[in-house]
């Protein structure tokens, strides 16, 4: 499985942009899509994540209530929707994808995930 993310953007704070993650390959058996983020100096990080079936939706602390995590069967693509972004949302965001299922309490893990896109980069001005 390839995953294709795109949406790189610099914005000012307050201001949106959606990125969006495009697998390709074997994507039949995906179960769980997720965003993680890496900010300069810090750690990797989750944002959100996706389950397949059923559609369940996890987001961390930081961004529950901005940031929006969506699916588009038709097109096959997973969507981060970022609202009223801060330069703290700043970092690359990864977007990261897992065949089997896992626990709750696993899913935010980066470790869990076995197929990762190349980062897109957000840049959020103060």
């Known amino acids: 499985v390839q995953l294709q993310a795109s949406g790189e953007g610099l914005v000012e704070a307050g201001g949106s942009l959606t990125l969006s993650c495009v697998p390709s390959?074997?994507?039949?058996?995906?179960?769980?899509m997720g965003w993680f983020r890496q900010a300069p100096g810090k750690e990797r990080e989750f944002v959100s994540t996706i389950t397949m079936s059923p559609v369940i939706r996890y987001y961390s602390d930081s961004v529950k209530g901005r940031f929006t995590v969506s699916r588009d069967n038709a097109k096959n693509t997973v969507y981060l929707q970022m609202n009223n972004l801060k330069p703290e949302d700043t970092a690359v965001y990864y977007c990261?994808?897992?065949?089997?299922?896992?626990?709750?309490?696993?899913?935010?893990?980066?470790?869990?995930?076995?197929?990762w896109g190349q980062g897109t980069l957000v840049t959020v001005s103060s």
């Open positions: 390959g074997h994507t039949s058996g995906l179960y769980l």
């Open positions: 990261a994808a897992r065949n089997e299922r896992i626990i709750t309490s696993f899913m935010r893990r980066a470790g869990s995930y076995e197929y």
